[in-house]
């Protein structure tokens, strides 16, 4: 039997949360995935997928975990004790449940519990949202787990303008890569910053941690966490005491110069060496290589916003390219926030119009104590559980555990494959996977508009989001025309076809084997300070922001530091194995997850390489794997986020050890690296 007949591959996208949306080819054969790996449909991905997509996915699809049926549940809360049951028994289940919970609450008594498992504009939002928003449920600020603090920080200088996009960087001869595992989480931006060095282009890395692209770079800053603010407007002056910003530029396209170098004024380099544990050598090599550029380039990573001055420190980066009059040109600018240009329609794929004024909005972070809240005038009963793991991503993973494990709340999932979090549900749905759906793809770090069409059959009983929320749309009675959109029309939603790049194509139409580039709207590509022009309400970019002075007297960047409280600070950035908690339960991410510890701390405490140890504070627990390794400074731990309870015998991850209530500086966001831990041996 020849077993290639069947065997064809299909064009995808990998729908992940991730800055590339690489373009995919997939391989299939009688229904199944066989392989998938990277196609040259996006020329910015070119044919290359990280291996984690690459070794896992078909797993994920078809393994043991994918939920292929409804199921309820028929035991104690997290027993993991579920049964079969029919579509029609479990919306009939969901209906009932929310509708009591609603006849003796009112409607925001309804969690929409999600962030963004997967990234197409459908299954991301859009009849989930149109349902939710109808039913008058409570709302999320969603942000502040991941994501807003950068892209606020951004705003603040450039308001919704595309910045740099990242195929730029060849035109760079100094790029700073800034609280980026490139190699890990933006894994593109590699094979050009090779390109860029290999025409004598200087390359920075500025990480806590000797991550992969540190050692093949120029000068590796290794910074203690939390303090990149101090450093960025330290930078900043003595840039200034060395004549070295550009008066004409400044005078012409930035607004707040003398409020920021007021600030900036205060951090001197022998503060920049105590605070952020650097030397004066290495900081004055960084001026020396800034002033000899002339096209610069920063890239700035999620690591930077997972700190209590974490938009400050973002923010702080971000000016540099403007005092130094490194926008207008290619190769100069912030690699950021390209994706802007891509014609998204969220308001109408959404129906924002919706929403009932005055429904309460609470954010994500703050979901443990919510959920066990119950002076609240409208408490939470009821809940759905989709596009999200929060147990394996929230902070004080304990307190929201405790949350979800109560008996008198109800709780709807739906998900791809059986997580922590599907486990404590009552009623479990059955999500298709991007593989067996139509969907259109913009990207947050790229600026390529693609879709994708199903490449295997629905796996089982499963459906896609839209369907599945189509069919509960119904179930509640809800019959608007806007309820009954197909995914078609949904595509046509997300995208307004009146772009210049699209010249009337519809979201719907967009070519499977291609991506469109968004460009400037004079055809060129796109350029801060040339023919794109900041979004801000000077038209400028602003280093001082008004809004941010108003709600968290925060104007201007500085540093706010969090008293450490033990002797570790621990950091839990992306992993090779994962993106985010995605892929958690399949098999590279079984066992043990690793801890670095930099071999001064393991000696002075008399641990040995591999050994099992155990991480711990106030709140909690986690056995974890020691591996010994100077790629980490001392009094520095390191293990990567998304593990799930069952690889640590405390039935707890490093999200446990996390406090919830550090916020930062600005958008009330999570503080992910201001956790402070101790360890022993097992």
């Given at each position: 039997m020849d077993h290639q007949a069947n065997l064809e591959t299909l064009p995808s996208v990998c729908p992940l949360d991730c800055p590339d949306t690489c373009s995919?080819?997939?391989?299939?054969?009688?229904?199944?995935?066989?392989?998938?790996?990277?196609?040259?449909?996006?020329?910015?991905?070119?044919?290359?997928i990280c291996n984690k997509v690459a070794r896992t996915y078909p797993d994920f699809i078809h393994g043991d975990a994918r939920l292929t049926h409804p199921l309820k549940r028929v035991g104690p809360r997290g027993s993991g004790q579920f049964e079969r049951i029919s579509w029609e028994e479990a919306l009939t289940g969901i209906h009932t449940a929310f509708s009591a919970a609603i006849a003796k609450h009112g409607p925001e008594t309804i969690l929409p519990f999600n962030y963004s498992g997967p990234h197409g504009e459908l299954a991301g939002g859009s009849m989930d949202r149109r349902f939710f928003y109808h039913m008058g449920a409570l709302m999320l600020n969603r942000g502040p787990l991941c994501g807003a603090v950068r892209g606020g920080a951004y705003s603040s200088l450039f308001g919704n303008a595309p910045g740099m996009p990242p195929e730029q960087v060849v035109h760079s001869d100094l790029v700073l890569v800034w609280g980026n595992n490139v190699t890990v989480s933006n894994l593109h931006l590699t094979s050009l910053l090779k390109k860029m060095r290999a025409k004598a282009g200087k390359l920075i890395i500025i990480d806590p941690r000797r991550i992969k692209i540190a050692e093949h770079c120029d000068m590796h800053i290794q910074i203690r966490p939390n303090t990149d603010v101090v450093f960025a407007m330290g930078l900043a002056a003595e840039l200034e005491r060395r004549d070295a910003l550009d008066h004409g530029f400044i005078g012409k396209w930035v607004e707040g110069f003398d409020a920021y170098m007021a600030q900036a004024r205060k951090y001197d380099i022998p503060q920049i060496e105590k605070i952020c544990g650097i030397t004066a050598e290495e900081i004055h090599a960084v001026v020396e290589m800034m002033i000899a550029a002339k096209n610069m380039a920063c890239s700035f990573g999620n690591g930077i916003e997972r700190g209590r001055s974490g938009g400050s420190g973002l923010r702080a980066g971000m000016a540099l390219p403007a005092l130094t009059g490194h926008h207008g040109r290619l190769g100069a600018g912030v690699i950021a926030k390209s994706g802007i240009a891509t014609p998204k329609n969220q308001a109408r794929l959404h129906g924002n119009h919706l929403t009932k004024p005055g429904t309460r909005v609470i954010n994500i972070v703050d979901l443990g104590n919510a959920l066990q809240d119950q002076t609240a005038d409208t408490p939470i009963t009821a809940a759905m559980i989709y596009n999200h793991n929060p147990v394996a991503t929230h902070p004080d993973q304990s307190n929201l555990i405790k949350g979800l494990m109560r008996d008198d709340l109800f709780l709807a999932g739906c998900d791809i494959a059986m997580t922590d979090s599907m486990a404590l549900c009552d009623v479990i749905l059955p999500a298709s996977s991007h593989f067996e759906h139509d969907d259109v793809f913009?990207?947050?770090?790229?600026?390529?508009?693609?879709?994708?069409?199903?490449?295997?059959?629905?796996?089982?009983?499963?459906?896609?989001?839209?369907?599945?929320?189509?069919?509960?749309?119904?179930q509640f009675g809800y019959d608007d025309a806007i309820f009954k959109a197909d995914d078609r029309q949904l595509m046509d939603d997300a995208i307004n076809s009146d772009h210049p790049q699209l010249n009337g194509l519809k979201g719907s139409e967009i070519p499977l084997d291609q991506a469109i580039e968004m460009k400037a709207s004079d055809g060129e590509d796109m350029i801060m300070c040339k023919n794109v022009i900041p979004a801000t309400s000077s038209?400028?970019?602003?280093?001082?922001?008004?809004?941010?002075?108003?709600?968290?007297?925060?104007?201007?960047?500085?540093?706010?530091?969090?008293?450490?409280?033990?002797?570790?600070?621990?950091?839990?950035?992306?992993?090779?194995k994962r993106t985010n908690a995605t892929f958690g339960g399949c098999a590279p991410s079984q066992g043990l997850e690793i801890v670095e510890m930099h071999p001064d701390d393991a000696a002075a405490r008399g641990l040995s390489d591999g050994e099992k140890i155990m991480i711990y504070n106030d709140l909690g627990k986690v056995a974890l794997k020691l591996k010994i390794t100077n790629a980490t400074r001392k009094g520095v731990l390191y293990s990567p986020k998304g593990t799930w309870r069952a690889t640590s015998e405390t039935g707890l991850t490093v999200n446990a050890l996390i406090p919830a209530d550090v916020r930062t500086d600005i958008e009330d966001g999570a503080c992910y690296h201001e956790t402070f831990v101790d360890v022993t041996p097992c």
């Open positions: 995919l080819n997939v391989q299939v054969q009688d229904g199944t995935i066989v392989s998938v790996k990277g196609s040259k449909a996006n020329p910015y991905t070119d044919g290359v913009g990207a947050y770090g790229q600026n390529y508009l693609q879709r994708a069409a199903p490449v295997i059959p629905q796996v089982g009983e499963s459906l896609p989001n839209t369907e599945i929320f189509r069919r509960l749309a119904a038209g400028k970019i602003e280093l001082f922001c008004q809004d941010y002075e108003d709600r968290f007297g925060f104007g201007v960047p500085r540093y706010d530091p969090v008293k450490q409280s033990l002797p570790f600070t621990l950091i839990s950035p992306s992993s090779d």
